[in-house]
Nanobody, 114 residues
Framework: QVQLVESGGGLVQPGGSLRLSCAVSGNGFSFKAMGWYRQTPGKQREAVAVTSGGSTNYASSVKGRFTISRDNAKNTVYLQMNSLKPEDTAVYYC?????????WGQGTQVTVSS
């Protein structure tokens, strides 16, 4: 069974950095797409960074500040977030898309506040 477990969220001051991790198990770390999404109360979940087919797309609001990556040896997907802003506050979710379906993690809270 495929499982995704996020970690690394927390409280950070504006201008600070966080690195989110998403540990993937159950499918040999094989997928055609991976991504990070975020959601705030009352709003739809939005894509932050998605890698598919060898290319990566970032939301315009995070471009130049966030970087998605993967470590095949650790079966982990990362989201490096720099120069954080209060508007980045949200629950962040990891997603992988295999050749049969999407899988999601449980989410990790990121709060940017002084």
């Amino acid at each position: 069974q495929v499982q995704l477990v996020e970690s690394g969220g927390g409280l950070v001051q504006p201008g600070g950095s966080l690195r989110l991790s998403c540990a993937v198990s159950g499918n040999g770390f094989s997928f055609k797409a991976m991504g990070w999404y975020r959601q705030t109360p009352g709003k739809q979940r939005e894509a932050v960074a998605v890698t598919s087919g060898g290319s990566t797309n970032y939301a315009s609001s995070v471009k130049g500040r966030f970087t998605i990556s993967r470590d095949n040896a650790k079966n982990t997907v990362y989201l490096q977030m720099n120069s954080l802003k209060p508007e980045d506050t949200a629950v962040y979710y990891c997603m992988i898309n295999t050749w049969s379906r999407e899988y999601w993690g449980q989410g990790t809270q990121v709060t940017v506040s002084s």
